[in-house]
Protein backbone atom coordinates (compact mmCIF):
# COMPACT_ATOMS: atom_id res chain seq x y z
CA UNK A 1 0.00 0.00 0.00
CA UNK A 2 3.01 2.18 0.35
CA UNK A 3 2.48 5.43 2.24
CA UNK A 4 -1.05 5.89 1.14
CA UNK A 5 -3.16 7.55 4.21
CA UNK A 6 -5.80 5.23 5.37
CA UNK A 7 -9.44 6.44 3.78
CA UNK A 8 -11.83 6.56 5.90
CA UNK A 9 -15.90 7.67 5.85
CA UNK A 10 -17.68 8.45 8.25
CA UNK A 11 -21.60 8.77 8.48
CA UNK A 12 -24.11 9.86 11.06
CA UNK A 13 -26.94 11.82 10.72
CA UNK A 14 -25.85 13.74 14.19
CA UNK A 15 -23.11 16.52 13.26
CA UNK A 16 -21.07 16.76 16.34
CA UNK A 17 -20.11 12.59 15.93
CA UNK A 18 -18.74 13.21 12.29
CA UNK A 19 -17.45 15.88 13.36
CA UNK A 20 -15.42 15.13 17.37
CA UNK A 21 -14.71 11.63 15.42
CA UNK A 22 -12.85 13.57 12.13
CA UNK A 23 -10.94 15.87 14.48
CA UNK A 24 -9.79 12.49 16.76
CA UNK A 25 -9.16 10.42 13.65
CA UNK A 26 -7.18 13.29 11.99
CA UNK A 27 -4.90 13.37 14.89
CA UNK A 28 -4.15 9.91 14.08
CA UNK A 29 -3.34 10.81 10.51
CA UNK A 30 -6.19 9.20 8.64
CA UNK A 31 -7.89 10.54 5.86
CA UNK A 32 -11.35 11.38 7.07
CA UNK A 33 -14.22 12.33 5.20
CA UNK A 34 -17.76 12.80 6.76
CA UNK A 35 -21.09 12.75 6.14
CA UNK A 36 -24.62 13.47 7.75
CA UNK A 37 -26.89 11.98 4.82
CA UNK A 38 -26.44 8.34 3.97
CA UNK A 39 -27.69 9.07 0.01
CA UNK A 40 -24.65 11.37 -0.53
CA UNK A 41 -22.63 8.95 1.93
CA UNK A 42 -23.79 6.20 -0.64
CA UNK A 43 -22.99 8.30 -3.98
CA UNK A 44 -19.17 9.00 -2.83
CA UNK A 45 -19.13 5.18 -1.53
CA UNK A 46 -20.04 4.53 -5.00
CA UNK A 47 -17.80 7.18 -6.52
CA UNK A 48 -14.35 6.23 -4.26
CA UNK A 49 -13.27 2.84 -2.37
CA UNK A 50 -12.84 3.29 1.24
CA UNK A 51 -10.57 1.24 3.14
CA UNK A 52 -12.77 1.81 6.17
CA UNK A 53 -16.47 2.81 6.45
CA UNK A 54 -18.01 4.18 10.15
CA UNK A 55 -21.67 4.20 9.99
CA UNK A 56 -24.66 4.70 12.39
CA UNK A 57 -27.73 2.83 12.08
CA UNK A 58 -30.61 4.53 12.12
CA UNK A 59 -31.04 7.22 10.00
CA UNK A 60 -33.50 8.13 7.74
CA UNK A 61 -33.80 7.14 3.91
CA UNK A 62 -31.06 5.22 3.75
CA UNK A 63 -30.33 3.05 6.95
CA UNK A 64 -26.66 1.79 8.12
CA UNK A 65 -27.48 -1.95 7.22
CA UNK A 66 -28.08 -0.43 3.61
CA UNK A 67 -24.78 1.50 3.53
CA UNK A 68 -22.93 -1.28 5.10
CA UNK A 69 -24.13 -3.77 2.26
CA UNK A 70 -23.17 -1.26 -0.24
CA UNK A 71 -19.75 -0.87 1.05
CA UNK A 72 -18.87 -4.76 0.68
CA UNK A 73 -20.93 -5.07 -2.80
CA UNK A 74 -18.67 -1.74 -4.00
CA UNK A 75 -15.64 -3.44 -2.40
CA UNK A 76 -14.90 -6.75 -0.55
CA UNK A 77 -12.25 -5.52 1.10
CA UNK A 78 -13.45 -2.16 2.69
CA UNK A 79 -14.24 -2.79 6.58
CA UNK A 80 -17.25 -1.47 7.83
CA UNK A 81 -17.44 -0.40 11.36
CA UNK A 82 -21.13 -0.08 12.74
CA UNK A 83 -21.61 2.78 15.85
CA UNK A 84 -25.09 2.88 17.38
CA UNK A 85 -27.04 4.24 20.81
CA UNK A 86 -29.44 1.89 19.96
CA UNK A 87 -27.82 -1.14 19.64
CA UNK A 88 -29.40 -4.15 20.41
CA UNK A 89 -28.43 -7.99 20.28
CA UNK A 90 -30.36 -8.69 17.30
CA UNK A 91 -29.22 -5.62 15.31
CA UNK A 92 -25.51 -6.28 16.21
CA UNK A 93 -25.95 -9.97 15.14
CA UNK A 94 -27.63 -8.86 11.96
CA UNK A 95 -24.69 -6.26 11.18
CA UNK A 96 -22.21 -9.22 11.91
CA UNK A 97 -24.17 -11.78 9.73
CA UNK A 98 -24.15 -9.22 6.98
CA UNK A 99 -20.12 -8.84 7.18
CA UNK A 100 -19.96 -5.90 9.53
CA UNK A 101 -16.30 -6.03 10.89
CA UNK A 102 -17.63 -4.49 14.49
CA UNK A 103 -19.78 -2.88 15.86
CA UNK A 104 -19.58 -0.04 18.71
CA UNK A 105 -22.22 0.87 21.06
CA UNK A 106 -22.66 4.57 21.78
CA UNK A 107 -21.36 6.47 24.31
CA UNK A 108 -18.04 5.71 23.58
CA UNK A 109 -14.59 7.39 23.53
CA UNK A 110 -12.45 8.01 20.08
CA UNK A 111 -9.92 5.55 21.36
CA UNK A 112 -12.46 2.92 21.23
CA UNK A 113 -12.89 3.83 17.94
CA UNK A 114 -9.08 3.81 17.08
CA UNK A 115 -8.64 0.68 18.64
CA UNK A 116 -10.96 -1.21 16.21
CA UNK A 117 -9.45 1.38 13.22
CA UNK A 118 -6.78 -0.07 14.41
CA UNK A 119 -7.44 -4.08 14.11
CA UNK A 120 -9.22 -3.32 10.65
CA UNK A 121 -5.84 -1.87 9.20
CA UNK A 122 -4.06 -4.87 10.61
CA UNK A 123 -6.62 -7.17 8.69
CA UNK A 124 -6.24 -4.89 5.37
CA UNK A 125 -2.34 -5.69 6.04
CA UNK A 126 -1.39 -2.05 5.41
CA UNK B 1 -54.58 -6.80 36.80
CA UNK B 2 -52.62 -9.10 35.05
CA UNK B 3 -49.35 -9.43 34.13
CA UNK B 4 -47.72 -12.01 31.50
CA UNK B 5 -44.30 -12.11 30.24
CA UNK B 6 -43.19 -13.97 27.10
CA UNK B 7 -39.36 -15.21 26.35
CA UNK B 8 -39.93 -14.96 22.59
CA UNK B 9 -36.35 -14.08 21.95
CA UNK B 10 -36.19 -12.78 18.58
CA UNK B 11 -38.68 -14.28 16.94
CA UNK B 12 -40.97 -12.48 15.03
CA UNK B 13 -43.78 -14.74 15.17
CA UNK B 14 -43.58 -14.61 18.84
CA UNK B 15 -43.80 -10.84 18.67
CA UNK B 16 -47.08 -11.26 16.76
CA UNK B 17 -48.57 -13.60 18.83
CA UNK B 18 -47.17 -11.46 21.69
CA UNK B 19 -49.61 -8.84 20.36
CA UNK B 20 -52.51 -10.89 19.19
CA UNK B 21 -52.58 -12.40 22.72
CA UNK B 22 -52.47 -8.67 24.57
CA UNK B 23 -55.12 -8.15 22.12
CA UNK B 24 -57.52 -10.30 23.09
CA UNK B 25 -57.02 -10.33 26.89
CA UNK B 26 -57.41 -6.63 26.18
CA UNK B 27 -54.26 -6.41 28.08
CA UNK B 28 -51.29 -3.24 27.43
CA UNK B 29 -48.52 -4.69 25.12
CA UNK B 30 -44.92 -3.84 25.87
CA UNK B 31 -42.14 -4.90 24.05
CA UNK B 32 -38.38 -5.53 25.08
CA UNK B 33 -37.31 -2.98 22.48
CA UNK B 34 -39.51 -0.25 24.26
CA UNK B 35 -38.16 -0.63 27.30
CA UNK B 36 -34.92 -0.39 25.64
CA UNK B 37 -35.99 2.61 23.77
CA UNK B 38 -37.55 4.11 27.52
CA UNK B 39 -34.07 3.20 29.26
CA UNK B 40 -32.08 5.00 26.44
CA UNK B 41 -34.19 7.93 26.77
CA UNK B 42 -32.64 7.87 30.55
CA UNK B 43 -29.73 7.81 29.98
CA UNK B 44 -28.86 3.79 30.59
CA UNK B 45 -26.38 2.69 27.92
CA UNK B 46 -28.32 -0.16 27.13
CA UNK B 47 -26.02 -1.03 24.35
CA UNK B 48 -23.17 -1.56 26.18
CA UNK B 49 -25.00 -4.52 27.99
CA UNK B 50 -26.45 -5.72 24.60
CA UNK B 51 -22.92 -5.44 22.60
CA UNK B 52 -21.12 -7.20 25.37
CA UNK B 53 -23.58 -10.21 25.46
CA UNK B 54 -22.67 -10.34 21.41
CA UNK B 55 -18.98 -9.95 21.72
CA UNK B 56 -18.77 -12.59 24.98
CA UNK B 57 -16.97 -9.20 26.77
CA UNK B 58 -16.63 -9.42 30.96
CA UNK B 59 -18.73 -6.39 31.70
CA UNK B 60 -16.57 -3.72 33.37
CA UNK B 61 -17.27 -1.61 37.11
CA UNK B 62 -19.38 0.96 35.03
CA UNK B 63 -20.97 -1.57 33.02
CA UNK B 64 -21.96 -3.32 36.12
CA UNK B 65 -23.16 -0.10 37.43
CA UNK B 66 -25.25 0.39 34.26
CA UNK B 67 -26.44 -3.00 34.18
CA UNK B 68 -28.28 -2.22 37.92
CA UNK B 69 -29.41 0.99 36.42
CA UNK B 70 -31.10 -1.41 33.26
CA UNK B 71 -32.56 -3.60 35.74
CA UNK B 72 -33.75 -1.28 37.81
CA UNK B 73 -35.35 0.65 35.06
CA UNK B 74 -37.22 -2.36 33.38
CA UNK B 75 -38.39 -3.25 36.76
CA UNK B 76 -39.62 -0.40 36.88
CA UNK B 77 -41.60 0.03 34.05
CA UNK B 78 -43.17 -3.28 34.63
CA UNK B 79 -44.40 -2.69 37.78
CA UNK B 80 -45.96 0.87 36.88
CA UNK B 81 -47.57 -0.93 34.28
CA UNK B 82 -48.86 -3.73 35.78
CA UNK B 83 -50.02 -1.60 38.65
CA UNK B 84 -51.97 0.75 36.47
CA UNK B 85 -53.54 -2.16 34.33
CA UNK B 86 -53.26 -5.51 32.83
CA UNK B 87 -49.69 -6.20 30.74
CA UNK B 88 -48.25 -8.42 28.05
CA UNK B 89 -44.33 -7.71 28.15
CA UNK B 90 -42.54 -9.77 25.59
CA UNK B 91 -39.07 -10.11 24.60
CA UNK B 92 -36.41 -11.80 27.07
CA UNK B 93 -37.29 -13.38 30.09
CA UNK B 94 -39.46 -10.14 31.58
CA UNK B 95 -40.51 -12.52 34.56
CA UNK B 96 -36.92 -12.12 36.22
CA UNK B 97 -37.58 -8.35 36.25
CA UNK B 98 -40.10 -8.73 38.99
CA UNK B 99 -38.63 -11.81 41.42
CA UNK B 100 -41.18 -13.06 43.99
CA UNK B 101 -44.02 -12.03 42.30
CA UNK B 102 -45.97 -15.44 42.09
CA UNK B 103 -48.85 -14.88 39.75
CA UNK B 104 -47.05 -13.71 37.01
CA UNK B 105 -47.79 -16.03 33.47
CA UNK B 106 -44.23 -17.05 32.53
CA UNK B 107 -44.67 -18.19 29.06
CA UNK B 108 -41.88 -18.93 26.66
CA UNK B 109 -42.33 -19.72 22.30
CA UNK B 110 -41.02 -21.99 20.69
CA UNK B 111 -39.76 -22.50 17.04
CA UNK B 112 -37.80 -25.12 15.33
CA UNK B 113 -34.72 -23.67 13.43
CA UNK B 114 -35.58 -23.78 10.00
CA UNK B 115 -39.29 -22.75 10.16
CA UNK B 116 -36.93 -19.54 11.56
CA UNK B 117 -34.15 -19.77 8.72
CA UNK B 118 -36.99 -19.51 6.21
CA UNK B 119 -38.60 -16.52 8.42
CA UNK B 120 -35.30 -14.95 8.75
CA UNK B 121 -34.83 -15.18 5.26
CA UNK B 122 -37.54 -13.53 4.08
CA UNK B 123 -37.60 -10.78 6.72
CA UNK B 124 -33.67 -9.82 6.72
CA UNK B 125 -33.14 -10.78 2.98
CA UNK B 126 -30.46 -13.25 4.12
CA UNK B 127 -29.36 -16.12 1.81
CA UNK B 128 -29.95 -19.64 3.78
CA UNK B 129 -26.33 -20.12 4.90
CA UNK B 130 -26.40 -16.59 6.97
CA UNK B 131 -29.80 -16.89 8.04
CA UNK B 132 -28.85 -20.02 9.85
CA UNK B 133 -25.57 -18.57 11.39
CA UNK B 134 -28.07 -15.60 12.45
CA UNK B 135 -30.60 -17.92 13.81
CA UNK B 136 -27.71 -19.69 16.02
CA UNK B 137 -25.37 -16.82 16.93
CA UNK B 138 -28.87 -14.74 18.22
CA UNK B 139 -30.24 -17.46 20.31
CA UNK B 140 -26.25 -18.05 22.12
CA UNK B 141 -26.44 -14.05 22.47
CA UNK B 142 -29.64 -14.12 23.84
CA UNK B 143 -28.81 -16.47 26.54
CA UNK B 144 -25.85 -14.42 27.46
CA UNK B 145 -27.68 -11.57 28.06
CA UNK B 146 -29.86 -13.19 30.50
CA UNK B 147 -27.15 -14.52 32.08
CA UNK B 148 -25.33 -11.07 32.53
CA UNK B 149 -28.20 -9.56 33.57
CA UNK B 150 -30.05 -11.74 35.86
CA UNK B 151 -27.10 -14.89 36.54
CA UNK B 152 -29.61 -17.25 35.77
CA UNK B 153 -29.32 -19.66 32.47
CA UNK B 154 -31.50 -18.31 29.71
CA UNK B 155 -32.26 -21.17 27.74
CA UNK B 156 -34.61 -23.74 27.81
CA UNK B 157 -38.06 -24.03 29.65
CA UNK B 158 -37.13 -24.53 32.85
CA UNK B 159 -38.67 -21.25 34.54
CA UNK B 160 -41.59 -20.89 32.45
CA UNK B 161 -45.28 -21.95 33.26
CA UNK B 162 -46.20 -22.59 29.23
CA UNK B 163 -44.38 -22.85 26.19
CA UNK B 164 -45.86 -22.62 23.09
CA UNK B 165 -44.31 -24.43 20.02
CA UNK B 166 -45.23 -21.73 17.58
CA UNK B 167 -44.04 -23.59 14.71
CA UNK B 168 -46.75 -26.34 15.06
CA UNK B 169 -49.20 -24.29 16.17
CA UNK B 170 -50.81 -21.21 14.66
CA UNK B 171 -50.42 -17.91 16.17
CA UNK B 172 -54.66 -18.07 16.24
CA UNK B 173 -54.97 -21.15 17.73
CA UNK B 174 -51.99 -20.55 20.26
CA UNK B 175 -53.29 -16.99 21.65
CA UNK B 176 -56.83 -18.73 22.26
CA UNK B 177 -55.00 -21.50 24.08
CA UNK B 178 -53.24 -19.24 25.75
CA UNK B 179 -56.32 -17.05 26.95
CA UNK B 180 -57.75 -20.14 28.50
CA UNK B 181 -54.61 -20.84 30.55
CA UNK B 182 -54.28 -17.60 31.41
CA UNK B 183 -57.90 -17.55 33.14
CA UNK B 184 -56.27 -20.26 35.70
CA UNK B 185 -56.52 -18.69 39.37
CA UNK B 186 -52.85 -18.85 39.40
CA UNK B 187 -52.31 -15.94 37.65
CA UNK B 188 -54.63 -13.74 39.07
CA UNK B 189 -53.97 -11.08 40.79
CA UNK B 190 -54.37 -11.04 44.86
CA UNK B 191 -53.83 -8.10 47.17
CA UNK B 192 -50.39 -9.93 47.94
CA UNK B 193 -48.98 -9.99 43.99
CA UNK B 194 -50.18 -6.47 43.94
CA UNK B 195 -48.04 -5.60 47.57
CA UNK B 196 -45.14 -7.53 45.94
CA UNK B 197 -45.17 -5.13 42.81
CA UNK B 198 -45.63 -2.25 44.75
CA UNK B 199 -42.20 -3.27 46.50
CA UNK B 200 -40.58 -4.12 43.85
CA UNK B 201 -41.69 -0.73 42.32
CA UNK B 202 -40.54 1.29 45.49
CA UNK B 203 -37.54 -0.53 45.67
CA UNK B 204 -36.62 0.15 42.20
CA UNK B 205 -37.39 3.78 42.30
CA UNK B 206 -34.92 4.24 45.21
CA UNK B 207 -32.25 2.25 42.93
CA UNK B 208 -32.49 4.79 40.04
CA UNK B 209 -33.18 7.88 42.56
CA UNK B 210 -29.60 6.47 43.67
CA UNK B 211 -27.95 6.31 40.45
CA UNK B 212 -29.30 9.59 39.48
CA UNK B 213 -27.82 11.33 42.25
CA UNK B 214 -24.18 13.03 41.46
CA UNK B 215 -23.24 11.69 45.43
CA UNK B 216 -24.02 8.27 44.90
CA UNK B 217 -25.01 7.28 41.21
CA UNK B 218 -20.64 5.59 41.22
CA UNK B 219 -21.58 3.19 43.69
CA UNK B 220 -23.67 0.20 43.50
CA UNK B 221 -26.45 -0.55 45.88
CA UNK B 222 -28.87 -3.40 46.87
CA UNK B 223 -32.25 -2.14 47.40
CA UNK B 224 -35.18 -3.94 48.67
CA UNK B 225 -38.27 -2.38 49.56
CA UNK B 226 -41.41 -3.41 52.45
CA UNK B 227 -44.15 -1.68 52.56
CA UNK B 228 -42.51 1.52 52.61
CA UNK B 229 -39.87 0.30 54.68
CA UNK B 230 -36.89 0.59 52.47
CA UNK B 231 -33.09 -1.37 52.91
CA UNK B 232 -30.15 0.05 50.77
CA UNK B 233 -27.14 -2.16 50.93
CA UNK B 234 -23.71 -1.42 49.97
CA UNK B 235 -20.13 -2.80 50.16
CA UNK B 236 -17.52 -1.30 52.18
CA UNK B 237 -15.28 0.20 49.25
CA UNK B 238 -18.25 2.34 48.95
CA UNK B 239 -18.83 3.42 52.43
CA UNK B 240 -17.85 7.22 51.40
CA UNK B 241 -20.57 7.48 48.85
CA UNK B 242 -23.18 5.02 50.59
CA UNK B 243 -23.56 7.03 53.73
CA UNK B 244 -25.20 9.95 51.61
CA UNK B 245 -27.93 6.98 50.51
CA UNK B 246 -29.65 7.93 53.73
CA UNK B 247 -29.99 11.61 52.60
CA UNK B 248 -30.98 10.32 48.97
CA UNK B 249 -33.55 7.68 50.18
CA UNK B 250 -35.37 10.05 52.60
CA UNK B 251 -36.64 12.24 49.60
CA UNK B 252 -38.06 9.44 47.68
CA UNK B 253 -42.06 9.48 47.77
CA UNK B 254 -43.54 6.15 49.06
CA UNK B 255 -40.50 5.90 51.25
CA UNK B 256 -41.25 6.17 55.27
CA UNK B 257 -38.83 4.22 56.94
CA UNK B 258 -35.12 3.16 56.28
CA UNK B 259 -32.33 1.29 56.83
CA UNK B 260 -29.09 2.05 54.98
CA UNK B 261 -25.81 -0.17 55.88
CA UNK B 262 -22.73 -1.76 54.71
CA UNK B 263 -22.34 -5.35 53.78
CA UNK B 264 -21.15 -7.35 56.62
CA UNK B 265 -16.84 -7.31 55.55
CA UNK B 266 -14.65 -8.00 52.67
CA UNK B 267 -12.31 -11.19 52.02
CA UNK B 268 -8.91 -9.97 51.21
CA UNK B 269 -6.97 -12.22 48.43
CA UNK B 270 -3.64 -11.48 48.32
CA UNK B 271 -1.95 -13.46 45.02
CA UNK B 272 0.52 -13.11 42.14
CA UNK B 273 -1.45 -14.77 39.10
CA UNK B 274 -5.16 -14.54 39.29
CA UNK B 275 -7.27 -16.71 37.31
CA UNK B 276 -11.56 -17.17 37.47
CA UNK B 277 -11.51 -21.05 37.30
CA UNK B 278 -9.81 -23.23 39.88
CA UNK B 279 -10.23 -24.62 43.68
CA UNK B 280 -9.37 -21.39 45.09
CA UNK B 281 -11.67 -19.21 43.00
CA UNK B 282 -14.00 -21.65 43.76
CA UNK B 283 -13.50 -22.06 47.28
CA UNK B 284 -13.68 -17.83 47.89
CA UNK B 285 -16.82 -17.61 46.19
CA UNK B 286 -18.02 -19.99 48.42
CA UNK B 287 -16.53 -18.55 51.57
CA UNK B 288 -18.31 -15.16 50.16
CA UNK B 289 -21.51 -16.32 49.59
CA UNK B 290 -21.46 -18.03 52.87
CA UNK B 291 -20.35 -15.25 54.95
CA UNK B 292 -22.64 -12.46 52.95
CA UNK B 293 -18.81 -10.78 52.31
CA UNK B 294 -17.23 -9.28 49.16
CA UNK B 295 -14.15 -9.87 47.78
CA UNK B 296 -11.41 -7.62 46.86
CA UNK B 297 -8.01 -8.97 45.53
CA UNK B 298 -4.41 -7.82 45.47
CA UNK B 299 -2.36 -8.95 42.82
CA UNK B 300 1.38 -8.54 43.62
CA UNK B 301 3.84 -7.33 41.05
CA UNK B 302 7.35 -7.52 40.72
CA UNK B 303 7.71 -4.78 38.28
CA UNK B 304 10.16 -1.98 39.84
CA UNK B 305 8.53 0.67 39.24
CA UNK B 306 4.83 -0.65 40.21
CA UNK B 307 1.73 1.38 39.81
CA UNK B 308 -0.11 3.58 42.78
CA UNK B 309 -1.03 0.84 45.56
CA UNK B 310 -4.23 2.94 44.98
CA UNK B 311 -7.81 0.93 44.72
CA UNK B 312 -8.70 0.56 40.84
CA UNK B 313 -12.00 -0.46 39.18
CA UNK B 314 -12.95 -2.10 35.81
CA UNK B 315 -12.62 1.64 33.79
CA UNK B 316 -9.48 2.83 36.04
CA UNK B 317 -11.99 4.89 38.20
CA UNK B 318 -10.34 4.71 41.00
CA UNK B 319 -9.19 8.60 40.70
CA UNK B 320 -11.31 11.45 40.42
CA UNK B 321 -9.47 12.36 37.38
CA UNK B 322 -10.81 9.12 35.63
CA UNK B 323 -14.29 8.98 36.81
CA UNK B 324 -16.32 8.08 34.40
CA UNK B 325 -19.29 10.76 33.31
CA UNK B 326 -22.50 10.39 35.67
CA UNK B 327 -25.05 7.91 34.50
CA UNK B 328 -28.30 8.38 33.93
CA UNK B 329 -27.38 11.96 31.99
CA UNK B 330 -28.48 12.30 28.28
CA UNK B 331 -26.11 12.37 26.23
CA UNK B 332 -27.68 13.73 23.15
CA UNK B 333 -25.25 16.37 23.48
CA UNK B 334 -22.13 15.06 22.25
CA UNK B 335 -23.88 12.43 20.21
CA UNK B 336 -22.62 9.79 22.23
CA UNK B 337 -18.93 10.74 21.88
CA UNK B 338 -17.07 10.79 24.99
CA UNK B 339 -14.27 12.39 26.01
CA UNK B 340 -10.96 10.03 25.56
CA UNK B 341 -9.31 9.44 28.94
CA UNK B 342 -5.60 8.82 28.99
CA UNK B 343 -4.94 5.49 30.29
CA UNK B 344 -2.70 5.36 32.69
CA UNK B 345 0.31 3.31 32.31
CA UNK B 346 0.27 -0.05 34.45
CA UNK B 347 -2.92 0.07 35.69
CA UNK B 348 -5.75 -2.54 36.50
CA UNK B 349 -7.69 -1.51 32.90
CA UNK B 350 -4.51 -3.15 31.57
CA UNK B 351 -4.27 -5.98 33.46
CA UNK B 352 -6.48 -8.59 31.55
CA UNK B 353 -6.13 -10.76 34.16
CA UNK B 354 -7.60 -8.93 36.91
CA UNK B 355 -10.66 -7.26 34.90
CA UNK B 356 -10.98 -10.78 33.97
CA UNK B 357 -11.29 -11.74 37.45
CA UNK B 358 -13.57 -8.69 38.50
CA UNK B 359 -15.76 -9.54 35.96
CA UNK B 360 -16.18 -13.03 37.09
CA UNK B 361 -16.60 -11.99 40.65
CA UNK B 362 -18.83 -8.94 39.18
CA UNK B 363 -21.30 -11.25 37.39
CA UNK B 364 -21.91 -13.36 41.18
CA UNK B 365 -21.94 -9.80 42.84
CA UNK B 366 -19.64 -10.18 44.88
CA UNK B 367 -16.52 -8.26 43.47
CA UNK B 368 -15.40 -5.29 45.95
CA UNK B 369 -12.40 -4.07 44.35
CA UNK B 370 -8.79 -4.89 42.52
CA UNK B 371 -5.18 -3.57 43.17
CA UNK B 372 -2.35 -3.92 42.58
CA UNK B 373 0.71 -3.68 45.02
CA UNK B 374 4.56 -4.32 44.64
CA UNK B 375 5.85 -7.61 46.37
CA UNK B 376 7.24 -5.63 49.07
CA UNK B 377 6.44 -6.84 52.35
CA UNK B 378 6.21 -3.65 54.30
CA UNK B 379 4.56 -1.87 51.24
CA UNK B 380 1.58 -4.56 51.59
CA UNK B 381 1.15 -4.45 55.10
CA UNK B 382 0.81 -0.52 55.06
CA UNK B 383 -1.43 -0.18 52.17
CA UNK B 384 -4.25 -2.37 53.68
CA UNK B 385 -6.97 -0.21 54.71
CA UNK B 386 -7.48 -1.26 58.23
CA UNK B 387 -10.82 0.72 58.66
CA UNK B 388 -12.34 -1.76 56.45
CA UNK B 389 -14.08 -4.84 57.88
CA UNK B 390 -12.50 -8.04 56.56
CA UNK B 391 -14.04 -11.19 57.64
CA UNK B 392 -11.07 -13.34 56.10
CA UNK B 393 -7.66 -12.35 54.77
CA UNK B 394 -6.51 -15.68 52.15
CA UNK B 395 -2.75 -15.55 50.89
CA UNK B 396 -2.50 -17.82 47.71
CA UNK B 397 0.66 -18.54 45.41
CA UNK B 398 2.82 -15.46 46.21
CA UNK B 399 6.25 -14.79 45.29
CA UNK B 400 6.49 -17.03 42.51
CA UNK B 401 9.46 -15.61 41.05
CA UNK B 402 11.81 -16.20 44.40
CA UNK B 403 13.38 -20.34 44.92
CA UNK B 404 11.06 -22.28 47.14
CA UNK B 405 12.86 -21.70 50.25
CA UNK B 406 12.45 -18.01 50.18
CA UNK B 407 8.93 -18.04 48.60
CA UNK B 408 7.59 -20.17 51.87
CA UNK B 409 9.81 -17.85 54.52
CA UNK B 410 8.08 -14.94 52.44
CA UNK B 411 5.33 -16.47 52.42
CA UNK B 412 4.98 -16.88 56.23
CA UNK B 413 6.38 -13.52 56.72
CA UNK B 414 3.35 -12.05 54.69
CA UNK B 415 0.76 -13.80 56.37
CA UNK B 416 2.44 -12.83 59.92
CA UNK B 417 2.26 -9.47 58.37
CA UNK B 418 -1.30 -9.13 57.53
CA UNK B 419 -2.79 -10.78 60.57
CA UNK B 420 -0.72 -7.75 62.74
CA UNK B 421 -3.17 -5.18 60.46
CA UNK B 422 -6.28 -7.36 59.57
CA UNK B 423 -8.14 -7.85 62.98
CA UNK B 424 -9.32 -11.45 60.99
CA UNK B 425 -7.78 -15.41 60.13
CA UNK B 426 -5.25 -15.04 57.59
CA UNK B 427 -5.41 -18.23 55.86
CA UNK B 428 -3.66 -19.50 52.73
CA UNK B 429 -5.44 -21.14 50.09
CA UNK B 430 -4.81 -24.81 51.34
CA UNK B 431 -6.31 -24.19 54.47
CA UNK B 432 -9.19 -22.21 52.53
CA UNK B 433 -9.90 -24.98 50.66
CA UNK B 434 -10.71 -26.80 53.74
CA UNK B 435 -12.31 -24.78 55.82
CA UNK B 436 -15.28 -24.75 52.83
CA UNK B 437 -15.05 -27.79 50.68
CA UNK B 438 -15.58 -31.08 51.87
CA UNK B 439 -14.36 -33.70 49.66
CA UNK B 440 -14.25 -37.82 49.98
CA UNK B 441 -11.09 -37.84 52.45
CA UNK B 442 -13.06 -34.83 55.05
CA UNK B 443 -15.65 -37.69 54.43
CA UNK B 444 -13.61 -40.64 55.08
CA UNK B 445 -12.03 -38.93 58.18
CA UNK B 446 -15.57 -38.67 59.55
CA UNK B 447 -16.37 -42.03 59.67
CA UNK B 448 -12.87 -42.83 60.89
CA UNK B 449 -13.33 -40.83 63.75
CA UNK B 450 -16.91 -41.57 64.46
CA UNK B 451 -16.07 -45.49 64.54
CA UNK B 452 -13.13 -43.75 67.20
CA UNK B 453 -16.21 -42.15 69.16
CA UNK B 454 -18.39 -45.31 69.29
CA UNK B 455 -15.90 -47.45 70.04
CA UNK B 456 -14.83 -45.47 73.00
CA UNK B 457 -18.28 -45.27 74.14
CA UNK B 458 -19.02 -48.63 73.89
CA UNK B 459 -16.03 -50.07 75.72
CA UNK B 460 -16.64 -47.53 78.60
CA UNK B 461 -20.03 -48.26 78.52
CA UNK B 462 -20.07 -52.44 77.89
CA UNK B 463 -17.34 -52.23 80.71
CA UNK B 464 -18.78 -49.24 82.99
CA UNK B 465 -17.75 -52.18 86.42
CA UNK B 466 -14.10 -52.79 85.47
CA UNK B 467 -13.85 -48.66 84.80
CA UNK B 468 -15.42 -47.84 88.17
CA UNK B 469 -13.04 -50.55 89.51
CA UNK B 470 -10.06 -48.80 87.64
CA UNK B 471 -10.84 -45.29 88.46
CA UNK B 472 -11.41 -46.34 92.48
CA UNK B 473 -8.28 -47.25 93.23
CA UNK B 474 -6.65 -48.69 96.72
CA UNK B 475 -3.07 -48.06 96.36
CA UNK B 476 -1.19 -44.87 95.96
CA UNK B 477 -0.05 -46.89 92.62
CA UNK B 478 -3.46 -47.59 91.33
CA UNK B 479 -4.31 -44.08 91.67
CA UNK B 480 -1.28 -42.47 90.14
CA UNK B 481 -2.32 -44.74 86.72
CA UNK B 482 -5.34 -44.32 86.81
CA UNK B 483 -4.74 -40.48 86.79
CA UNK B 484 -2.49 -40.74 84.37
CA UNK B 485 -4.74 -42.79 82.08
CA UNK B 486 -7.40 -40.21 82.35
CA UNK B 487 -4.45 -37.36 82.24
CA UNK B 488 -4.02 -39.24 78.10
CA UNK B 489 -7.83 -40.69 77.78
CA UNK B 490 -9.41 -37.25 78.63
CA UNK B 491 -7.61 -35.14 75.68
CA UNK B 492 -7.82 -37.53 73.04
CA UNK B 493 -11.89 -38.56 73.50
CA UNK B 494 -12.46 -34.64 73.70
CA UNK B 495 -10.24 -33.97 70.45
CA UNK B 496 -12.42 -37.37 68.69
CA UNK B 497 -15.38 -35.86 69.50
CA UNK B 498 -14.70 -32.26 69.12
CA UNK B 499 -13.09 -32.89 65.03
CA UNK B 500 -15.73 -35.04 64.61
CA UNK B 501 -18.79 -32.49 65.61
CA UNK B 502 -16.73 -29.92 63.44
CA UNK B 503 -16.92 -32.10 60.56
CA UNK B 504 -20.44 -32.90 60.59
CA UNK B 505 -21.42 -29.50 61.50
CA UNK B 506 -19.23 -27.89 58.28
CA UNK B 507 -21.20 -30.27 55.77
CA UNK B 508 -24.46 -28.61 57.00
CA UNK B 509 -22.52 -25.12 56.69
CA UNK B 510 -22.83 -24.47 60.27
CA UNK B 511 -18.76 -23.46 60.76
Redesign the interface.
Known sequence: MGDRRVQILIL?D????GK??KT?LEKSDYEVEIFQDSRDAVARITEKEFDIVVTDIRMEEVDGMKVLEHALERSARTKVII????????V???A???GAFD?????????DLREVIVRAIRELRF | MQLVCISRG?QEKGKRFAQQLAAKLTHECLSQ?EV??IA?REGV????L??A???KHQLSERQVLEKEHYQALFTRVLCERALKGSLVFHGRAGHLAVPGLSSVLRIRTEIDTETRVEEVMSR?S?DRA?AK??VE??DE??SR?IRTIYNVSGSGALGHDLVVNLGRVDVGGATTATCAFAQLPEFQTTPASIKVLEDLLLAARVRIALARDKRTWAAGFRVQADAGHVTVSYLPRDSAVGRHASEVVAEIPGVMEKTCAMVASNILWVQDRFQATGATFEAIVKAARHWHSAVEFVKLTHDPTPPSPETTDGDGAGTAASKP?PLFTT?K?????????APVPGRFTADGELREIFGELNARGIAASASRLPDDLRRIQTAIDQTIPYSLVVVGDVFLDQGQAARVRKQRELVGRLADVVKAPVVNAEDLGQMVHTGWVDYAKMVALAGVVAAMFLVIFNHQEEVLRFFSPATIGAKIAAAAVLLVFVPLFAAAYGTLAKAVLKVFHVE
Open positions: DEEIVRLAITGYATVEARELTRFIAKPFKPN | EEAEIAVGKETAVKLLRVYNVDIWLRVDGGIEEDV
